[in-house]
């Protein structure tokens, strides 16, 4: 298996860029969809219930309609003050291992398919916090995605604030790589649209590394 990482502030281009991988053989494991599935789980939802309220819950009293109201959970755990980076923090705890569960599993059972005769996979970690889920050492390859803040934030404003945005940013500086390791990274520029970026996909997976530029 080779796991590819993808690097890059929010609204930079990470779906885009995994998305272009994928349509070049990658499997792409998408934390936020997983983040998704988990708030669907009963043992989450009682969890952020109890640590946030009931307020939370939307849908009706069917339990496969139930579901977690993800923008007034935004609005308590993103903003300037204290409670709000408290309530980050109490969030990150409850979602977070079980998305690392997740993924571990997936990677896994990718090793185990590759065990068992299968070809060699290239797997394309859109993992937020690659430091914190213990994957950035892991990775074969990284992929730094350069793109301009206002470009970035032009393209998150319809469905952030402003304070949002910010509390976003401040969590991304808190815990993004402070050193990358050398000799194993590619930079895409994903200022402009997915057209532009294509070629560089393109050229990135003819580079790519394998096996034996990895021995």
Same mark, same amino acid.
């Given at each position: 298996m080779i796991l590819i990482g993808i690097i890059g502030r929010i609204g930079a281009g990470k779906s885009t860029v995994a998305k272009?991988? *994928?349509?070049?053989?990658?499997?792409?494991v998408d934390a936020d969809r997983?983040?998704?599935?988990?708030?669907?789980? *009963?043992?989450?939802r009682r969890a952020l219930v109890e640590r946030f309220g009931p307020g939370l819950?939307?849908?009706s009293? *069917?339990?496969d *309609?139930?579901?977690?109201d993800r923008k007034a959970l935004a609005g308590i755990v993103f903003g300037p003050t204290a409670a709000h980076r408290e309530?980050?923090?109490?969030?990150e705890a409850i979602i977070h291992p079980r998305v690392h569960d997740r993924i571990e599993d997936l990677l896994a059972g990718i090793a185990g398919e590759e065990q068992r005769g299968g070809p060699e996979q290239v797997v394309v970690l859109d993992v937020p916090l690659l430091v914190r889920?213990?994957?950035?050492?892991?990775?074969?390859?990284?992929?730094?995605?350069?793109c301009p803040d206002d470009i970035r934030h032009a393209r998150i404003a319809p469905r952030f604030s402003a304070p949002q945005i910010e509390a976003r940013e401040a969590s991304w500086n808190e815990q993004s790589p402070r050193i990358l390791p050398t000799g194993k990274t590619s930079t895409v520029d994903t200022s402009r649209d997915p057209a532009y970026t294509q070629p560089q996909i393109d050229r990135l997976w003819r580079e790519r590394p394998d096996r034996s530029t990895l021995a």
């Open positions: 272009l991988l *994928a349509e070049h053989g990658a499997r792409v997983i983040a998704h599935e988990v708030l669907l789980e *009963a043992d989450t819950i939307t849908g009293s *069917a339990p *309609a139930v579901g977690i309530a980050l923090a109490d969030l889920g213990g994957w950035l050492d892991r990775c074969d390859h990284l992929v730094i995605l350069e």
